[in-house]
């Protein structure tokens, strides 16, 4: 890659339609990559426990520690392996996966957390 050309990675959890969009308003030279990551997290505390210290909106917005819940593997796409490379330094797991199979694996994503994500909320639990 050139020294001057730029790089987005999009590392997004099922949102294809942000790749579509920043294609169409960035530099034609700016290579876009896609990425997901199967690691699990949460907020440290719970929404009782929140409630509990009776803390303002401004206050509360610092206290959401992230507690890392689950190894998984982070998937980007197939053809740029310095990306691989940056990931398996930062202990992230990496994949490449080829285009069609990094989209419809996106695609899968963003359809289970249409029904987990509204189910977490409604029950107040962990996802």
């Known amino acids: ?11 997004s959890n099922g949102a294809l339609a942000i790749q579509e969009h920043l294609a169409s ?3 034609p030279s ?4 896609l990425a997901s990551t199967y690691h699990g997290s949460h907020r440290g505390i719970n929404e009782q426990e929140l409630a509990r210290l009776q803390l303002s909106d401004s206050q509360t917005q610092y206290l959401y520690p992230l507690v890392h819940a689950g ?19 930062a202990g992230l797991r990496p994949c490449a996966l080829p285009i069609n ?7 899968k994503k963003l359809a ?10 409604i029950f107040k639990c962990r996802n």
């Open 1 to 11: 890659m050139d020294k001057k050309a730029s790089r987005i990675i999009v590392l």
């Open 25 to 27: 308003i960035v530099d």
């Open 30 to 33: 700016t290579s876009i990559v």
């Open 71 to 89: 190894l998984g593997y982070t998937y980007v796409e197939k053809g740029h392996d310095d990306v691989v490379q940056i990931l398996e330094e």
């Open 101 to 107: 199979e990094m989209k419809l694996m996106l695609w």
């Open 112 to 121: 289970a957390n249409c029904v987990i994500n509204p189910l977490t909320a």
